[in-house]
């Protein structure tokens, strides 16, 4: 069985963005005396971020057989799927709303209607799953390409890390009031 997770450049960067747009908000509210307490939006933080890291602790595993995409035993707020390859009848492109491709595989359930399943794009190795794909499907994927490119995320965390600066700043000007 060969196992493929979540880029950690993806699952770092979404991380920090998070920590990015929250942590300033519990001292932002004891300086402006807001209605919530500190005390309460640090919970919320730490409940959010704990959610956050569930789902981007997505795991697909590969074998002779089948693909299954799971998520850990501790978080059951997703859903994981498991498809044999054997029951892989397509792989079809559909557009995002930002102008992006995503694929599915399609299968047919007992009753014959179509289900489809999301190939994960956000792997390490997404090449190599592609090529997983290829060789236990027998479809052509020379032209299926991850959704975002590596370069993307990094200059994600690039302007993370100056939200980072400011958010430092906004901290220390919020407990000298």
Sequence with gaps: MTRFNLS??????????YLALTVPLPYLATATQAAISSEWLWVGIAIGFVGL?????????VDETQIQ???PAWFPFRKGWQLDWAKVKDLRARSTGQGGLVYYFVSEDE????????LPMRVA?????????EERTSI???DVKPLSQPWMYLFLLVLTGF???VDSWAILAAKSL
């Design 163 to 165: 939200l980072a600066l």
């Design 111 to 118: 009753k014959g209607a179509e289900k489809g399943f999301l």
């Design 125 to 133: 190795g997404f090449a190599r799953l592609v090529k997983v794909v």
């Design 69 to 71: 995409v799971t998520y």
């Design 8 to 17: 950690p450049l993806v699952r770092f960067t979404l991380l920090s963005l």
């Design 140 to 142: 052509d994927t020379k």
């Design 53 to 61: 890291y569930g789902a981007l602790c997505e795991r697909v595993l």
